[in-house]
């Protein structure tokens, strides 16, 4: 029972562009939503987060944005550059995130020069 | 760096053995966790600390144990191996109890043969 889905394992985009690492839940009393970047040999590193009181939150280049009713969440990356290139995780929880993490299984994003 | 340390990196053993994984948590956090992550899996949450004390459980099997000390360093003791028991074995730590992004080890990678 995958509560937290990401249902794209790949994806490749061109230097410059944008990249949307799409993310869906099932539960609803996920409140708290938050993506890691993992690359090779190392841990998840934390990227940015959402509560679910925003629909959108904004750090530099990436961008979450949060549909509730859909129950949805993108992470934007704007422009996209070559050290992009990880796995990228979706994570939920409850109780505004004192709640155990429930994570996605991960999309691979490739960024070509 | 995340400033999480876990050792060893590797760890090669075989099946019906015991191991202990360490962790030392960022400096000033009290919670520490525990992940598994399967091949192809996302990372699945085993066991939580908050300064010393159990706080949640995940899908931790009964042959899987770990504790958090004083100096708030946390061990993971994996025995009766088992081959599906070969994973990587992440840790994590935050500030508060299950507040606030999770800050990663580059965990510790366990093959049972």
């Known amino acids: 029972d995958q509560q937290v889905k990401q249902n794209s394992p790949s994806l490749s985009v061109q230097e410059g562009r944008i990249s949307i690492l799409n993310c869906d839940y099932t539960n609803s009393m996920f409140d708290y939503f938050l993506w890691y970047k993992k690359y090779p040999a190392e841990g998840p590193t934390f990227l940015i987060s959402?509560?679910?009181?925003?629909d959108k939150n904004e750090d530099g280049r990436f961008t979450v944005f949060l549909n509730k009713s859909a129950k949805h969440l993108s992470l934007h990356i704007v422009p996209s550059q070559p050290g992009d290139s990880a796995v990228y995780f979706c994570a939920a929880s409850a109780q505004g995130g004192s709640e155990k993490l429930v994570f996605g299984k991960g999309t691979k994003l490739t960024v070509n020069p | 760096d995340s400033g999480v340390t876990q050792t060893p990196k590797h760890l090669i053993t075989a099946t019906g053995q015991r191991v202990t994984l360490r962790c030392s948590p960022r400096?000033?956090?009290?919670?520490v966790y525990w992940y598994q992550q399967s091949l192809d899996q996302g990372l699945q949450f085993l066991i939580q600390y908050y300064n010393g004390e159990e706080r949640a459980k995940g899908n931790i099997l009964e042959r899987f144990s770990a504790q958090q000390f004083p100096d708030l360093h946390s061990e993971l003791n994996l025995s009766s191996l088992e081959l599906g028991d070969s994973a990587l074995y992440f840790c994590?730590?935050?500030?508060?109890?299950?507040?606030?992004?999770?800050?990663f080890g580059d965990g510790t990678r366990l093959s049972i043969l």
């Open positions: 959402i509560s679910s009181i925003k």
């Open positions: 400096s000033g956090d009290l919670s």
């Open positions: 994590a730590s935050s500030v508060g109890d299950g507040l606030g992004p999770q800050h």
